[in-house]
């Protein structure tokens, strides 16, 4: 009994880990049809300016989190005036989406390579006083980094919430993600929308860049890893279904940590991405899509 | 006033407007009529700002419009129904309504003009907190409407109103068109298929065949003209129903 209960706690707090991972992408997908496959290079970005800012400065990880979100930010203001918008040209939304996987598989080789000269192509993690540490409750064992990432998750998928449906600019988002041109008429400048979400994009996947190298570790070439689970997270909750990334992130970390339970920690993985397979073949419209 | 002089559109290199000139004066109610595909949407998508001019010029009040981009030209004061309604689906409808008036100035009295469409239409305050995606196509016309109002223009634009609508909603809808022309002194220009209904609500037409202007003047004069009775409202020279 307590294995199991341990088993979901494990799978909470990670697969909460996987929604944040997942979020910046499904923004970026949601809204203007860019299929970012540097997503997860980007996360790996933002983990490395949290390593810096801990290592010169001494800056606390989660205290990091808010300059590493204006530094990604303005990083994702310049990602998509150079790699994105051009890409508004093109005729239809499905040469946007074909287009925008190339231009941004082609990125992560530059990403990588400046992040390998940088920072060297050792695998880096941030260790604090309280990194390893756990917190006991009712015979299950929380990791206090783990926790952190929860919180972390939790309070950016509320406030992201919070800005799309109560927020005027959220409400532009939403009006240029259903229908761009009959947002243009509305007055709605569609291009600075375009530009701020790419920002919000990016500084989530520097948010999910904190919790990861403090939980984790990093190193300049794997982002991919993280691109995956991103990817498979976004589909599970449904293209374009922002609220539903952090409850699919969860349901994807319940999967993983029951299927270490059931089979053991070399099948994981595969067992968890079986499972996704399987509902892809069900409901492709992802676990969360509302029915059209 | 709107002044649009020797005009050219095209489609990458299809061109779909030929040296088009017209003049929607304020106050009224101006009308293009026209078949399926003779340019009616391309000229309304032009003036809104949706697609570019190669010759010629557009000015509204004296500024020019062509090169400005669709966001800027709302906030002019020009506010286009498009085809098909285009309200956002999955947003309530009292959302769509502040989306409309996401123009600054437009913002700030957004309260006092959402009051002034649910008196318009009464359905939708009763349907305020539904999702638009639900609402029947014409209760979607009247929030597209009630949209493109909120914005508070000066000059109106709409592309295809009656378009799969009962010919009773249609004429209500009609009704409240020339209502706010009369009340709010505000400048309508339409396009629609059926000529009749245009021509009989509008003041002054214009007559598009083939991407040019070939035929112009005051609404009752062309309905009375035997060339569009011929080839439009289907009435043969005897006057017999072809």
Redesign the interface.
């Known amino acids: 009994m307590e294995i199991v209960l341990q088993t979901i706690a494990n799978g909470i707090l990670v697969g909460a880990l996987y929604g944040l991972v997942a979020l910046g992408l499904g923004l970026l997908m949601g809204v203007m049809k860019f299929l970012n496959i540097a997503h997860g290079t980007f996360i790996i970005l933002g983990g490395y300016l949290s390593f810096w800012l801990f290592n010169l400065w001494g800056i606390d990880p989660f205290l990091s989190i808010p300059l590493v979100i204006m530094a990604m930010f303005l990083i994702g203001l310049v990602f998509y005036r150079l790699t994105l918008s051009p890409l508004l040209k093109l005729p239809n939304i499905g040469m946007r989406i074909d287009t925008s996987m190339l231009v941004t598989f082609g990125l992560i080789w530059v990403l990588d390579n400046v992040m390998t000269m940088l920072w060297t192509p050792d695998t880096r993690t941030i260790m604090t006083s309280y990194t390893g540490e756990t917190f006991k409750f009712s015979g299950m064992r929380f990791s206090i980094t783990g926790l952190g990432g929860l919180g972390v998750a939790v309070f950016v998928a509320i406030a992201l919430y919070f800005i799309l449906s109560r927020t005027y600019f959220g409400k532009h988002i939403r009006a240029a993600t259903q229908d761009a041109e009959a947002a243009s008429l509305c007055g709605i400048n569609v291009h600075r929308i375009y530009l701020l979400s790419s920002g919000i994009a990016i500084a989530l996947a520097g948010v999910a860049g904190v919790i990861v190298i403090s939980t984790y570790s990093i190193s300049a070439s794997g982002g991919i890893s993280w691109l995956l689970i991103a990817f498979v997270v976004m589909i599970l909750a449904g293209e374009g279904n922002i609220n539903a990334i952090i409850p699919a992130g969860v349901i994807f970390g319940l999967l993983e940590a029951g299927s270490v339970l059931v089979v053991g920690v070399p099948y994981r993985q595969a067992i968890a991405l079986l499972v996704f397979v399987v509902v892809l073949m069900f409901r492709p419209q992802g676990l969360f899509a509302k029915r059209e | 006033m709107i002044e649009i002089s020797h005009i050219d559109v095209y489609y990458g290199d299809l061109q779909a407007l030929w040296d088009v000139s017209l003049v929607i004066r304020d106050g009224e109610i101006a009308t293009l009529i026209g078949s399926n595909g003779a340019g009616k949407s391309t000229l309304m998508r032009t003036i809104?700002?949706?697609l570019k001019i190669r010759a010629g010029a557009i000015a509204f009040d004296s500024i020019r419009l062509d090169g400005l981009?669709?966001?800027r030209i709302?906030?002019l004061g020009i506010?286009?129904i498009?085809e098909g309604r285009?309200?956002?689906?999955?947003?309530s409808v009292l959302?769509n309504l502040?989306?409309?008036a996401?123009?600054r100035t437009?913002?700030k009295v957004r309260r006092n003009t959402i009051s002034g469409i649910y008196d318009l239409f009464p359905i939708l305050k009763e349907r305020a907190r539904q999702t638009a995606g639900t609402l029947s196509g014409g209760e979607q016309q009247m929030l597209a409407i009630g949209?493109?109002l909120?914005?508070q223009p000066k000059m109106l634009l709409i592309d295809e109103m009656s378009l799969g609508l009962s010919p009773i909603l249609v004429q209500e809808l009609c009704r409240v068109i020339q209502r706010i022309n009369n009340l709010k002194k505000l400048t309508v220009f339409l396009v629609e298929q059926d000529v009749p209904l245009a021509l009989s609500i509008a003041h002054r037409g214009y007559v598009i065949e083939n991407g040019r202007i070939v035929d112009q003047g005051d609404a009752k004069m062309l309905l009375g003209n035997a060339r569009i009775k011929e080839a439009y409202l289907g009435i043969g020279q005897q006057g017999k129903i072809n």
Do not use: C, N, T
Request: glycine share 6%.
């Open positions: 809104s700002g949706l981009p669709a966001h709302v906030e506010s286009m498009p285009r309200i956002f689906p999955q947003m959302e502040e989306m409309g996401s123009v437009a913002r949209r493109a909120m914005s």
